[in-house]
T-cell receptor, first 114, second 111 residues
Framework: AQSVTQPDIHITVSEGASLELRCNYS??????LFWYVQSPGQGLQLLLK??????LVQGIKGFEAEFKRSQSSFNLRKPSVHWSDAAEYFC????????????FGKGTHLIIQP | DAGVIQSPRHEVTEMGQEVTLRCKPI?????LFWYRQTMMRGLELLIY????????DSGMPEDRFSAKMPNASFSTLKIQPSEPRDSAVYFC?????????FGPGTRLTVL
C-alpha cells in the first residue's frame, strides 16, 4: 500500500529564514508527487508537482522541491519565508498513471515568528 | 473559470438527518474526486469518477454514504442518516492531466 509521511507536525521559522519541510513516501514505483498548501478555512492550493525528468522542481510563491529516489523523499524548500507563508502544508502522491486519488501525508503546520 | 464550486460552505444538522453536498467541477475536467478532512484521520479519498462513472469507492466509509455524478458538471455526496462522527470538511476536486484542483470545501457539523 502506498503512504506518505510528514515527520514534522509543527515547524516554527523566523521570517526571512530558510525553510525545509520533509516528506517521505512509500510506493512500489515512481509516483507522481505534489505539495499543497492550505490556509485556515480554505481549500488546498497546489504549490508544485513532480512527474518525471528534472528532480528539482520549481513551484509558485518561491517554493521548490527535490525528488530523491534513493531516499524516497520529496522535501519542500524556500530560501526566505514571509509571514504570509504560515499555513498547513501537505505532501501527496498518486500512482504513476496519475489518474487516481491522492494519498496525503498528515500535514505540517508552519508557524512564522516575526 | 470560477474554479471548483461547492455548496453549501457550511452545514449544521442533527443526527439522523439526510445531508447532501454539491460540487460543480471545472469545465472540461474529466475526473472528479471527493475527499474528507478530519483532525484524526487527515485527508482521505472517499470516491472518484472518470467521465461521470464511479471508478473507486473503496474509501466510502459505509453504506450511509453515497455519491452520484449525473452529468459532467455536477456531483453530489449524500449521507443518510448522518451521525456526529461524520462531522468533517468535505472537499471536491477535479482534474485533467493529473493535476487536481480543489474546491473551498463544505464544513459539516452533525449535532
Amino acid at each position: 500500500a502506498q503512504s506518505v509521511t510528514q515527520p514534522d507536525i509543527h515547524i516554527t521559522v523566523s521570517e526571512g529564514a530558510s525553510l525545509e519541510l520533509r516528506c517521505n513516501y512509500s510506493y512500489g514505483a515512481t509516483p507522481y508527487l505534489f505539495w499543497y498548501v492550505q490556509s485556515p478555512g480554505q481549500g488546498l492550493q497546489l504549490l508544485l508537482k513532480y512527474f518525471s525528468g528534472d528532480t528539482l522542481v520549481q513551484g509558485i510563491k518561491g517554493f521548490e522541491a527535490e525528488f530523491k529516489r534513493s531516499q524516497s523523499s520529496f522535501n519542500l524548500r524556500k530560501p526566505s519565508v514571509h509571514w504570509s507563508d504560515a499555513a498547513e502544508y501537505f505532501c501527496a502522491l498518486t500512482s504513476g498513471g496519475g489518474a487516481d486519488g491522492l494519498t496525503f501525508g498528515k500535514g505540517t503546520h508552519l508557524i512564522i515568528q516575526p | 473559470d470560477a474554479g471548483v464550486i461547492q455548496s453549501p460552505r457550511h452545514e449544521v444538522t442533527e443526527m439522523g438527518q439526510e445531508v447532501t453536498l454539491r460540487c460543480k467541477p471545472i469545465s472540461g475536467h474529466d475526473y472528479l474526486f471527493w475527499y474528507r478532512q478530519t483532525m484524526m484521520r487527515g485527508l482521505e479519498l472517499l470516491i472518484y469518477f472518470n467521465n461521470n462513472v464511479p471508478i473507486d469507492d473503496s474509501g466510502m466509509p459505509e453504506d450511509r454514504f453515497s455519491a452520484k455524478m449525473p452529468n459532467a458538471s455536477f456531483s453530489t455526496l449524500k449521507i443518510q442518516p448522518s451521525e456526529p462522527r461524520d462531522s468533517a470538511v468535505y472537499f471536491c476536486a477535479s482534474s485533467r492531466f493529473n493535476e487536481q484542483f480543489f474546491g473551498p470545501g463544505t464544513r459539516l457539523t452533525v449535532l
